[in-house]
């Protein structure tokens, strides 16, 4: 196991909506984002630079993440907030249902394997702040499992007076009873690290131990560890994130570890990151830097005796794993930029294969991969035809979605118009790969789950809109996987169906999106409904089951929309590509598009629309509620980036400047401005009532964005909802006491400006 997996299921917390309206000729975007009339907004800059945003923005004091000023605002919104929403007759039963729901004990329990067992993570209403469990692989399959606790984490905080959510494990193989246990402190990216023996089920004495921190961390053996993190002064990016990597060995501090490899501080992305790659028996393949030279382009360097040699990989790329293959190593890889792969060299020659599209699967040896030196006279290096380099290559409507490298193949979940699919690959040499499909569920995600090359077994997920999730075990040779649990519905499905329809985007791209209505709705445009988008970051969103969503919206008469605009990864990287930076605009079109069909069908209308997005969604949203306020009636506005020009300058925001751009550029200053919702804001506009929330501990979206949007709002005249809540983090699902409670107010809101 190399990681404990919290979940099989997509998170409810990436829901994310939007709506739009009566259809209209698409405007220049600069005239779309900044106003429907010939002036500007009242608070957008004279001068874009850096200083220049600044001196526009009257609200740096809510910045202060626990400033006297900052803090006395949330104290104040959340008043109102919490009398408009709790106060609501509709509250307390949501309330109720959510918290049902996310502490039901017929959940199907997440597994990952852990040693010869399986090992999962619980929260339940005697829990919240959870256990770490375990058991055995015949008594997960039975219907009275027994398990072991191991790490009980409300007895945790309470013996030690932290508020400690769990965020995982790190066990080393083959034996995986040392692991590396990480503890944060109220929700935090930023954790704790400890060693764990699962044999005295203690925490190590004298064990490895790590401060609070964004660490990188990998076993290398049982007494060393690779480890990338604050090693003092000038050893972390711009983003927060570290740049170095040392060799930490048992009873060192970290003053005394080996630096065994350096990126840049100037680099960007999420800080650099060493992957160990082990065989079955958890014998050491291949040690992989990562080096992310921006959000989504990264150098790779190989760990070979001691020298960090770097590999000929495009920058964008996916590494997902090795393979033994006659005495060497292959590395498996995902290309997400057009590729031609080194086929040859020879004394006077070097010749280059057929390209690759992005998208595309690989494996290549190592050795291969090293860049090309002037061969010695004579020197011939024999040929390799591109069939044996090439796994699968999606097609236009395809995209590779997750992908297991086991010891004699490679599964890969792949995408097809969104839904899910699964097929095998083995290597048959010079004859290329042998695909197999393997048969899983029609009309639904599928996810695969933590993988074991020791046993040659993989768990798969599947779900739908209106299926539950089910859970099953796949061997190297089983042709479908075998059954392990389905959970129980937690919503009347019957009086619904699914649809897909696709609607046609600003430059003439046709963007597919799901609804999920009831049977008998009447085409009349009344029907409440929720748009979900994201669109970013190559993020997919295939049909999911959200129970609260069933049982708090579709119940009560909902309608529920999935839009797979671009920016996500549903077609593969170019369908993420296509929206970066200066095209950014094309995403918010997609998202208007989506809306205005809806409308056009009758499904529902501007009335009875309403948008939810978080984190990018959060972008999303809060953009689509600028420019098109005419489409929308509702707005949840959830963990948001908002303030597009001072992004960058809030802490781990720089590290998504390859999605955006870089405010510090005036040409990409000068795009980023047009759609930022905090500078477009106008006191003449008519916007909703929009619900804005966020968190005070969330160390990845700065909660200065929500609080700045929402104090402009107030200080407008636009009626608005501001709820931040104090602890969780950035993916506010901690606890599921308080997460019921938050779902209940996103409802009641929803309800309010909708149904009502």
């Known amino acids: 196991m190399r990681h404990l997996i919290l979940s099989a299921a997509i998170p409810a917390l990436l829901l ?69 929403l709790t106060g609501d007759r509709r509250y307390e039963t949501f309330r109720r249902q959510a918290e049902a729901i996310l502490t039901a004990t017929d959940r199907i329990p997440s597994p990952s394997f852990l040693g010869d067992g399986i090992g999962n993570f ?20 039975s ?199 080194r086929m040859f060299r020879s004394s006077d020659r070097a010749t280059d294969g057929e390209p690759v599209r992005a998208g595309t699967l690989l494996s290549v040896e ?64 010079e004859f290329g790969w042998l695909r197999e499909e393997i048969s899983v569920a029609a009309n639904s995600a599928i996810g695969l789950g933590d993988s074991s090359k020791k046993t040659g077994r993989v768990f798969l997920s599947s779900q739908g809109f209106l299926t539950p999730p089910e859970l099953s075990l796949l061997g190297s040779a089983d042709a479908a996987p075998q059954p392990l649990r389905a959970a129980p519905a937690k919503f009347d499905a019957s009086t619904h169906v699914v649809e897909q329809f696709e609607a046609t985007s600003s430059d003439g791209t046709k963007i597919p999106y799901f609804v999920t209505r009831p049977r008998d709705l009447a085409m009349d445009g009344s029907a409440p409904t929720i748009l979900f988008g994201y669109g970013g970051f190559q993020v997919s969103f295939p049909p999911a089951y959200k129970p609260e969503m069933g049982k708090l919206w579709l119940e009560n008469g909902g309608v529920f929309v999935n839009a ?59 953009v689509t509620m600028t420019q098109h306020p005419e489409l929308i009636n509702a707005a949840v506005i959830e963990s948001p980036l908002i303030d597009m020009l001072r992004y960058h300058e809030l802490p781990a925001g720089a590290s998504w400047i390859g999605e955006y751009g870089d405010p510090r550029i005036p040409e990409e200053a000068a795009f980023i401005a047009r759609y930022s919702a905090y500078q477009q804001l106008r006191p003449d506009a008519e916007y909703p009532r929009v619900y804005i929330t966020t968190n005070t501990r969330d160390d990845r979206v700065h909660p200065g964005h929500a609080r700045k949007f929402a104090a402009r709002l107030g200080e407008m005249g636009h009626d608005h909802l501001y709820y931040e809540e104090t602890a969780g983090g950035h993916s506010n699902d901690a606890d599921p006491i308080a997460n019921a409670r938050r779902w209940a107010r996103h409802y009641v809101y929803l309800a309010q400006q909708l149904m009502d």
């Open 16 to 84: 994310a909506a939007c709506a739009g309206g009566p259809a209209s000729p698409r405007a220049d975007a600069a005239e779309v984002v900044v106003s429907t009339n010939d002036s500007r907004p009242p608070h957008f800059p004279a001068d874009l630079t850096p200083a220049g945003v600044r001196a526009a923005d009257d609200h740096l004091a809510l910045e202060q993440v626990d400033g006297a000023e900052a803090m006395a605002f949330v104290r104040a919104s959340n008043e109102k907030a919490l009398a408009a």
């Open 122 to 141: 619980w929260q339940d209403a005697a829990n919240p702040k959870g256990v770490w469990r375990r058991t055995t692989l015949d008594s997960y399959r």
């Open 143 to 341: 219907d009275d499992t027994r398990w072991e606790t191991l790490i009980d984490v409300d007895a945790l905080a309470k013996a030690e007076g932290k508020d400690w959510v769990w965020k995982g494990a790190d066990c080393l193989a083959p034996d995986e009873t040392r692991c590396l246990v990480s503890l944060s402190d109220g929700g935090k990216d930023a954790v704790v690290v400890r060693e764990f023996d699962t044999t005295t089920k203690r925490f190590v004495d004298g064990g490895f131990v790590l401060p609070e921190g964004k660490h990188r961390i990998e076993w290398l053996d049982r007494d060393t560890l690779l480890v990338a993190t604050d090693f003092g002064p000038n050893t972390l990016t711009e983003s927060g994130y570290p740049f170095i990597v040392k060799s930490l060995k048992r009873g060192q501090t970290l003053a005394q570890a080996t630096e065994v490899y350096r990126g840049e501080q100037g680099d960007g992305g999420y800080g650099v990151s060493t992957s160990v790659f082990r065989d079955a028996d958890g014998g050491v393949q291949a040690v992989i830097f990562n080096r992310p030279l921006d959000t989504f382009r990264s150098e790779r360097r190989w760990w070979r005796d001691g020298e960090a040699v770097k590999l000929e990989l495009p920058e964008r790329a996916s590494v997902h794993g090795a393979m033994g293959k006659g005495g060497g190593v292959e590395l498996v890889f995902t290309v997400e930029e057009p590729w031609t792969y």
């Open 366 to 429: 190592l050795e291969d991969l090293i860049p090309l030196e002037a061969p010695a006279p004579g020197e011939i290096v024999e040929a390799l035809t591109i069939d044996t380099a090439v796994i699968f290559e999606p097609g236009p409507r395809q995209s590779v979605e997750d992908v297991r490298v086991m010891t004699d193949h490679v599964l890969v979940a792949y995408a097809d118009n969104v839904v899910g699919r699964v097929a095998r690959f083995r290597d048959r040499g």
């Open 564 to 622: 797979n605009i671009r920016g996500g990864g549903e077609f593969g990287p170019e369908w993420h590509q296509s929206v970066l930076k200066e095209n950014r605009q094309l995403a918010f079109d997609d998202f208007a598009a989506v809306a205005r069909d809806l409308h056009e069908r009758g499904i529902t209308s501007p009335r009875h629309t309403g948008i939810y997005g978080r984190s990018n969604g959060g972008v999303l949203t809060s």
